[in-house]
């Protein structure tokens, strides 16, 4: 397992080769600038958990060949005026490649979150299959969540789905809370500390 925790700036390019597996633990409390290039050649595996603590700009590059798996696992808590850039993009060059990428955050005060996930299906990356989940949760009213999914598509023979949702806390979930003496504040930190905890659990 190979681990990273960003400073200011973090560029770097990985090549897992053929039939390797690579883990990758990500871990950010500070404002941050990464991009991150992967190639992932036949039958190569990757598994990435990525924890975001602060206010950064992350970008996240993959090209797959045939049968190559990339599994992706993000988690993000923001604040005060915080604000993310997150990028990701997967290319499907081979048959049979997989990619599962989920993003689960909150949002409070006044932070906000722009993402962009692409998957790409070239040419020849027949029965390749991608799929893309967001699930942000909004502690405030002010805050300002942006997601823009895309999927190309150039081969027929293929499968591509991306799933969003962002939405408020439950009330439910709230008066449950409040009833056993937890204040609206300790709430907050409970969504936020069980979105993060959900993909440390994964490292």
Known sequence: MKILRPEKTLKDSFVIELGQKMHLVIYSNQDTTTDLSFKLKNNAKISIQCIILNSGSFKFHFEQDENSELVFNGAFALRREQELNF????????RNSRS???????????AKKISTETIDFK?????????????VT??????????KPIILCA???????????SGHLDPETIDYLRARGVNP?????IIS???ILRVAKLC
Do not use: C, P, W
């Not at 599962?100 to 006044?110: A, N, P, R, S, Y």
């Not at 020849?124 to 893309?132: D, H, K, Q, S, V």
């Not at 081969?155 to 949702?165: K, P, Q, T």
């Open 87 to 94: 990028g990701y993009t997967t290319i499907k060059l081979g």
């Open 100 to 110: 599962h990428f989920e993003l689960v955050g909150t949002l409070d005060d006044k």
């Open 123 to 135: 040419v020849g990356a027949t029965n390749a299959e991608g799929y893309e989940t967001e699930k």
């Open 138 to 147: 909004l502690l405030s009213n002010e805050t300002q969540n942006v997601a």
């Open 155 to 165: 081969e027929e023979n293929m499968h591509g789905e991306h799933n969003f949702s």
């Open 185 to 189: 504040e300790s709430v907050k930190r």
């Open 193 to 195: 500390r069980e979105q």
